[in-house]
């Protein structure tokens, strides 16, 4: 069972531009999170996203960010016309569906550096 | 969301048990305690979680005070893989976790 994958590892975009981050989550998780974390810091929760829903976006910064998870395909996390403040490591984690307290399995993270 | 605090850095030798503490003295009665730990480089990964009992599992034990005011960690015997930043993290129903800074245990050979 394959874990929760990211892509790309690496992403390096100049100011101004657009950064698309994916993230497939575990085989039968119906539940994304995406979580940022800066040098030196503990992770901070952006937004939690069910198939085709937004549960909880209180993280996400009110522009540029925007997540989605669609019924066919990965997670997108994008952020349009990033700044220098954007570059850090981007995680994504995913927990199965059903109620009750589940733990969350993250990837590797997608680092991004904006130049 | 309630707050948990830990020490900055702690320091264990190879192979001896290490102790990792957390106080969370504003828990309430439906936060589960969540400990994490990140190696470098890696995404985080859980380790264990609990509400009133303490728990085993293959990687640790979790020991949650009677008042639920702070809990402990316990690595029975670390190894140098052990190394990382540990993360004692407090979550309701919502499923958000709220991250503090850690602790960053460092295992000497």
């Known amino acids: 069972n394959a874990g929760v994958m990211q892509n790309p590892r690496h992403l390096v975009r100049r100011r101004g531009q657009e950064a698309r981050l994916r993230c497939s989550p575990m085989?039968?998780?119906?539940?994304v999170y995406w979580y940022r974390q800066l040098p030196e810091e503990g992770l901070k929760f952006m937004v939690y996203l069910q198939k085709e829903n937004i549960i909880d976006e209180s993280g996400m910064p009110k522009e540029r960010f925007s997540a989605e998870f669609p019924k066919e395909g990965p997670s997108i996390l994008r952020i349009q016309q990033v700044v220098r403040g954007d570059s850090a490591a981007y995680f994504c984690?995913?927990?199965?569906?059903?109620?009750?307290?589940?733990?969350?399995?993250f990837g590797p993270g997608t680092r991004l550096t904006v130049t | 969301d309630a707050k948990t605090t830990q020490p900055n850095s702690m320091e264990s030798n190879e192979e001896e048990p290490v102790h990792l503490p957390c106080n969370h003295s504003?828990?309430?009665?439906?936060?589960?305690i969540h400990w994490y730990r990140q190696l470098p480089s890696q995404g985080p990964e859980y380790v264990i979680h609990?509400?009133?009992?303490?728990v085993n599992n293959r990687m640790a034990s979790l020991a949650i005070a009677e008042d639920r005011k702070s809990s402990t960690l316990i690595l029975h015997r670390a190894t140098l893989r052990d190394a990382a930043v540990y993360y004692c993290?407090?979550?309701?129903?919502?499923?958000?976790?709220?991250w503090g800074l850690g602790t960053s245990l460092a295992v000497n050979p």
């Open positions: 085989k039968g998780h119906s539940h």
């Open positions: 609990g509400l009133t009992s303490n």
């Open positions: 993290i407090l979550a309701g129903n919502n499923r958000k976790l709220i």
């Open positions: 504003t828990i309430s009665g439906t936060d589960y």
């Open positions: 984690a995913s927990s199965p569906m059903g109620t009750g307290i589940y733990e969350q399995y």
